[in-house]
């Protein structure tokens, strides 16, 4: 781990060696976001109509004086179809019912918290960001049923990421994640990971490989009696897992598969989990079809999907999608069929 930071104080150092200095500039500032409904029918539930995740972001970039660039993004997400409300409900009903109730609460959630710098050499970002290993996941084109089986995050905190220019169709990325511990007497984690890949593009097609290591302690009370006496049980945990994707693009068809193999060792009991996902679509004039499989093998349980879809744009940065998605009983996800509208801006 330490050859990591070792290696990512080196690139900040090459970023930042003096340049042509050039006079400084007030940052861009671009306001960008979505609103995205969903009416969904999962099987042995009620259909629903929900949120899916409102999201309103700033995002820009400038020069510093000594001709390095730099940028930011900060971006949040709204959901407020979780209960809040009036507590009396229905007819005096002790139970809440936030579609009629006279407040909701939004709850508010922090997904990209981050600046950086960028040079000759490449770009280096800290704080909450886009995990580089998503990259690898070019099957994940779908909508509401996309990343079933995704073993890592698609963003990660307390984080810094080093990112390579394109070199002859090559990039690089080395990242690590330093969460020291929060104690609120209930729990206390203490998180180290470590992530490293890269890609390589020709042509049409493109292949990602990356790499996630990451430990980390929990520490959580055994029950209430317990948590009054300070005692606590003390979870030591390791997961290491290693993602490759690769794609092809043939005017229309667009092909995408990707392969995972992780392991998780909690107190010394290790799980294994091997996952493929394969994903097809062809574009025909304003619509995209989309034809998706993924399986996954958790320590000899074995879980698989079958996905279809058709996402329609409608012009002016409106589109509307309609999608299902079939998975068998050991899976322990509901069949479902889902609807949804988004705008952008």
Same mark, same amino acid.
């Given at each position: 781990?330490?050859?990591?930071?070792?290696?990512? +104080?080196?690139?900040?150092?090459?970023?930042?060696?003096?340049?042509?200095?050039?006079?400084?500039?007030?940052?861009?500032?671009?306001?960008?976001?979505?609103?995205?409904?969903?009416?969904?029918?999962?099987?042995?539930?009620?259909? %629903?109509?929900?949120?899916?995740?409102? @999201?309103?972001?700033?995002?820009?970039?400038?020069?510093? %004086?000594?001709?390095?660039?730099?940028?930011?993004?900060?971006?949040?997400?709204?959901?407020?179809?979780?209960?809040?409300? &009036?507590?009396? !409900?229905?007819?005096?009903?002790?139970?809440?019912? /936030?579609?009629? /109730?006279?407040?909701?609460?939004?709850?508010?959630?922090? &997904?990209?918290?981050?600046?950086?710098?960028?040079? &000759?050499?490449?770009?280096?970002?800290?704080?909450?960001? !886009? %995990?580089?290993?998503? +990259?690898?996941?070019?099957?994940?084109?779908?909508?509401?049923? /996309?990343?079933?089986?995704?073993? #890592?995050?698609? @963003?990660?905190? $307390?984080?810094?990421?080093?990112?390579?220019?394109?070199?002859?169709? #090559?990039? =690089?990325?080395?990242?690590?994640?330093?969460?020291? !511990?929060? /104690?609120?007497?209930?729990?206390?984690?203490?998180?180290?990971?470590?992530?490293?890949?890269?890609?390589?593009?020709?042509?049409?097609? $493109?292949?990602?490989?990356?790499?996630?290591?990451?430990?980390?302690?929990?520490?959580?009370?055994?029950?209430?009696?317990?948590?009054?006496?300070?005692?606590?049980?003390?979870?030591?945990?390791?997961?290491?897992?290693?993602?490759?994707?690769?794609?092809?693009?043939? @005017?229309?068809?667009?092909?995408?598969?990707?392969?995972?193999? %992780?392991?998780?060792?909690?107190?010394? =009991?290790? #799980?294994?989990?091997?996952?493929?996902?394969?994903?097809?679509?062809?574009?025909?004039?304003?619509?995209?079809?989309?034809?998706?499989?993924?399986?996954?093998?958790?320590?000899?349980?074995?879980?698989?999907?079958?996905?279809? +879809?058709?996402?329609?744009?409608?012009? !002016?940065?409106?589109?509307?999608?309609?999608?299902?998605?079939?998975?068998?009983?050991?899976?322990? &996800?509901?069949?479902?069929?889902?609807?949804?509208?988004?705008?952008?801006?």
């Amino acid at each position: 781990m330490k050859i990591a930071f070792y290696c990512l +104080g080196l690139f900040c150092l090459l970023l930042c060696a003096p340049s042509t200095f050039a006079e400084d500039t007030t940052p861009s500032v671009n306001v960008y976001g979505r609103l995205h409904f969903i009416l969904a029918n999962v099987k042995d539930k009620n259909t %629903s109509i929900n949120t899916a995740g409102h @999201r309103i972001g700033l995002k820009g970039e400038g020069k510093l %004086s000594n001709g390095l660039g730099y940028f930011y993004k900060l971006e949040t997400e709204y959901s407020n179809d979780n209960n809040f409300g &009036r507590k009396d !409900g229905i007819g005096g009903n002790s139970q809440s019912a /936030s579609a009629i /109730s006279g407040t909701d609460l939004a709850d508010v959630k922090v &997904r990209h918290s981050n600046v950086g710098i960028k040079g &000759r050499k490449g770009s280096v970002s800290v704080g909450r960001q !886009g %995990s580089p290993m998503t +990259g690898t996941y070019m099957a994940n084109v779908f909508e509401a049923n /996309s990343g079933a089986y995704l073993q #890592t995050p698609y @963003r990660i905190g $307390h984080s810094i990421v080093f990112k390579s220019k394109n070199f002859s169709g #090559t990039k =690089a990325y080395l990242g690590a994640v330093l969460e020291g !511990g929060v /104690s609120d007497d209930t729990n206390e984690q203490n998180l180290n990971a470590i992530i490293l890949g890269g890609s390589y593009s020709t042509g049409d097609f $493109h292949v990602d490989l990356g790499f996630f290591n990451a430990d980390y302690d929990l520490k959580s009370p055994d029950d209430v009696l317990t948590l009054l006496d300070d005692e606590s049980t003390n979870t030591k945990t390791k997961f290491s897992n290693w993602s490759l994707g690769m794609s092809y693009s043939m @005017r229309e068809i667009y092909l995408g598969v990707n392969l995972e193999s %992780s392991s998780e060792e909690v107190d010394g =009991a290790k #799980t294994n989990t091997d996952v493929i996902e394969l994903a097809f679509t062809y574009t025909f004039e304003t619509v995209v079809y989309g034809f998706g499989y993924g399986s996954a093998d958790e320590g000899g349980v074995k879980k698989n999907r079958f996905l279809m +879809g058709a996402y329609v744009n409608l012009g !002016g940065n409106n589109d509307w999608y309609i999608e299902t998605g079939q998975y068998n009983e050991d899976d322990g &996800r509901g069949d479902n069929l889902v609807t949804g509208y988004r705008i952008k801006f």
